[in-house]
């Protein structure tokens, strides 16, 4: 149980162009889940708070017009990097909590060329 | 806000030996430490957690021991094996419904055949 479906699992697009990522609670619904980032051999920082239904609370320095959260549905929560530039390339990672902890997506690889 | 440390950063060992990786946390309020494991590629999968109110728990070859006084919790991992190599990452919470981790900068485990 409590599992969290990402997709894509990899992604490569050209500068200037939007790339969407979705995160699905498989088994379970999921008010909040979390948007990560991770650089490589970094950590995961946080990016933003999806919230069911409201608006997402982004960390301090995160761009919210850039990174575009809409958690329409108890399951579905999607990440959008708007006019995407070779910085934005990194590792995406959603998680999700349930009544027993906190699962994660397997991650979304997005290069920007 | 909290911060966590994370140590060593990189660790060999020879498979059948122990492996121990230890984590300091700052806000004595964080009462939920989970302990992630990230192979390349993939998202987190957690391999154990422990709660404020306990100072040790057990999984087979993976035991977690925390202190709260010293703010300091430890991953113990026995009798390794090649494929426990990855990267690992303790994080600490304040486990409330919706609340996020922070992530401690993870430690490269290399089980040497």
């Known amino acids: 149980g409590a599992v969290v479906s990402q997709h894509p699992s990899w992604v490569i697009c050209k500068s200037g162009t939007s790339v969407k990522i979705e995160c699905r609670s498989l088994?379970?619904?999921?008010?909040?889940m979390f948007w990560y980032r991770q650089f490589p051999k970094q950590s995961l920082m946080l990016m933003a708070t999806s919230n069911e239904g409201s608006k997402a609370t982004y960390e301090q320095g995160v761009e919210k017009d850039k990174f575009l959260i809409n958690h329409a549905s108890l399951t579905l929560s999607t990440l959008t990097v708007t006019s995407a530039h070779p910085e934005d390339s990194s590792f995406y990672i959603c998680?999700?909590?349930w009544g027993g902890g906190y699962t994660f997506g397997s991650g979304t690889r997005l290069t920007v060329v | 806000g909290e911060n966590v440390e994370q140590h060593p950063s990189t660790l060999s060992v020879q498979e059948g030996d122990s492996a121990v990786i230890k984590c300091t946390y700052s806000?004595?309020?964080?009462?939920?430490f989970p302990w992630y494991k990230q192979e390349l590629g993939k998202g987190p999968q957690l391999i154990i957690d422990i709660r404020s109110n306990v100072g040790e728990k057990k999984d087979q070859r993976i035991a977690v021991t925390l202190n709260k006084t010293a703010k300091h919790f430890s991953l113990h991992i026995t009798e390794t094996q090649p494929e426990d190599s990855a990267v690992y990452f303790c994080a600490a919470s304040l486990y409330n419904y919706g609340q996020n981790f922070v992530f401690g900068p993870g430690t490269r485990l290399s089980v040497l055949p």
């Open positions: 998680s999700a909590e």
């Open positions: 088994d379970f619904q999921a008010t909040t």
């Open positions: 806000d004595s309020a964080s009462n939920y």
